[in-house]
């Protein structure tokens, strides 16, 4: 069974922890979210991100697939949507 990748969140270094996967999505987004309101409450400089934020194709937090690259599958992002939820 195919573990789909879903996208990279945008980051400075794009290495293999900024992939997101199926199985790893809802941790990798809360840990974002949880970095960036730390962030946002130490200075006013940043902005607080929620994670549903990170998975909202317009604010260009993650660049995120229609289809999964490894098997084609299309990637269902409301059902994913109402699981980060």
Known sequence: MCNHWL???NDYD????????LDSFK??????ALIS???ASASGFFTHYHPKD????????AKL??????CGIKINWTE??????
Do not use: H
């Open 65 to 70: 697939f229609n289809y999964c690259p490894y």
């Open 14 to 21: 794009q290495s293999e922890m900024n992939n997101l996967y």
């Open 54 to 61: 990170y998975i909202d194709k317009r604010r260009g937090l």
């Open 27 to 32: 941790e990798a987004i809360n840990e974002r």
């Open 80 to 85: 994913l949507r109402k699981e980060l939820n």
């Open 7 to 9: 996208g990279i969140l």
């Open 37 to 39: 309101r730390k962030l």
